[in-house]
């Protein structure tokens, strides 16, 4: 059985540590592309994100340890892209090209050394929008498909 990788961004991966709106998407997708791509500081962002969930009272205490169970475990599975000078010049070019935050560029940047940069038909899974159009216009695959603010 052949197994479907993926370029997954953190806004992603965090629907599949706690329940998320986009929680059911991500794990159709997940089913679908079981090797998950993913940057060097992706696990840091994630980890992030799951802090501010907390901070903010939309997951509790228990929650919070268990989705950084989770993203523990989907770690020690994913492959990573690492930081390397060609992933921080690339970032550095779309930054100019696409309306992204720097993390996302490098996010993108990592992708396209993923892909060997040639991005068409390569599924980069994201449910950030800005991050989607950068990704779409790039030319990749992105799911979900139809993503809209």
């Known amino acids: 059985m052949k197994i479907n990788a993926a370029f997954w961004d953190t806004s992603a991966l965090v629907p599949l540590c706690c ?15 079981r090797k998950i791509e993913a940057w060097w500081g992706t696990v840091v962002e994630a980890q992030s994100a799951l802090a501010r969930l907390l901070r903010e009272k939309q997951i509790n205490d228990v929650e919070f340890q268990h989705a950084m169970m989770r993203l523990h475990q989907l770690h020690q599975s994913w492959s990573e892209i690492l930081p390397t000078e060609e992933v921080r010049d690339l970032a550095g070019t779309l930054l100019i090209k696409h309306n ?20 068409r038909k390569r599924p980069f899974i994201c449910f950030d929008v800005r991050l989607v159009e950068a990704a779409q216009a790039a030319g990749f695959e992105v799911y979900p498909s139809g993503l809209q603010d």
């Open 19 to 33: 329940r998320q709106p986009a929680t059911n998407v991500a794990n159709r997708l997940a089913r679908q592309y």
């Open 100 to 119: 992204l935050h720097a993390a996302d560029a490098l996010q993108l940047a990592a992708a396209f050394v993923w892909c060997d940069g040639k991005p």
